[in-house]
């Protein structure tokens, strides 16, 4: 059973260009939620999707978007990219009814961003 | 709004040496509490968590136990391995499971042999 897989793993974009990561949830998940860990920090929350809506959002500019499919798979979407988005992006899924948090959220490995 | 504080790192020890990581929180309600590990190159693991006061979290050798009445959830470990070096976070979270995790800013561990 494949856990939480994230593309790319690695890339590098020019500021102001525009990026898409994608996520594709843990077998039976239906929630997806998106975190920045910038460089020595914590992951930051940005948002969470379930039945392809935005549910929750972090403090995060409206640069930042997403967006979850019928088969719960989810894209973060980075507008008029800046040097500070350099960060790894984390994807991390649940199942809504999964009761007690942290034990089923599960994250993928990343996406590692560089803005040049 | 909540938020975890966490011991700054680096911190270095030897092999064998005992392991102590400082957390606190603060939060409304009655947050479940967590350690993650990172381990170089991989994601976020969960480490243990434990969800009301009183309980203790464990795995691998590590423990940390909710306290409520010093808002604390300090990892520990009694006898550490080079293996255990990785960045360690200390997090929060509403009971549900879509809730949000808070996280704290981490603590890099090396164990020297």
């Known amino acids: 059973d494949a856990g939480v897989t994230q593309s790319p793993t690695h890339l590098i974009k020019t500021r102001g260009q525009q990026v898409t990561l994608r996520c594709s949830p843990k077998?039976?998940?239906?929630?997806v939620s998106w975190y920045q860990q910038a460089l020595g920090q914590g992951p930051q929350f940005i948002f969470q999707?379930?039945?392809?809506?935005?549910?929750q959002r972090g403090n995060f500019p409206d640069r930042f978007s997403g967006h979850q499919f019928p088969n719960y798979s989810s894209e973060l979407n980075v507008n008029a990219l800046l040097l500070g988005d350099s960060a790894l992006y984390l994807c991390?899924?649940?199942?809504?009814?999964?009761?007690?948090?942290?034990?089923?959220?599960?994250f993928g490995e990343g996406s590692w961003l560089t803005v040049v | 709004g909540d938020s975890v504080t966490q011991m700054e790192g680096p911190v270095t020890l030897s092999e064998e040496a005992f392991l102590t990581i400082n957390c606190t929180y603060t939060?409304?309600?009655?947050?479940?509490l967590f350690w993650y590990v990172q381990y170089p190159g991989e994601g976020l693991q969960l480490l243990l968590k434990?969800?009301?006061?009183?309980d203790k979290g464990s795995n691998k050798g590590f423990e940390a136990t909710y306290r409520k009445e010093t808002t604390s959830f300090h990892l520990e470990k009694g006898s550490v391995q080079v293996s255990d070096s990785a960045v360690y976070f200390c997090?929060?979270?509403?009971?549900?499971?879509?809730?949000?995790?808070?996280f704290g800013s981490g603590t890099r561990l090396s164990i020297r042999p």
């Open positions: 991390a899924s649940s199942f809504s009814y999964g009761g007690s948090a942290g034990n089923t959220i599960y």
């Open positions: 077998s039976g998940h239906d929630t």
């Open positions: 999707y379930y039945e392809e809506e935005e549910r």
């Open positions: 939060a409304t309600g009655y947050p479940s």
């Open positions: 434990a969800t009301k006061a009183d």
């Open positions: 997090a929060l979270s509403g009971y549900s499971s879509a809730s949000k995790i808070i």
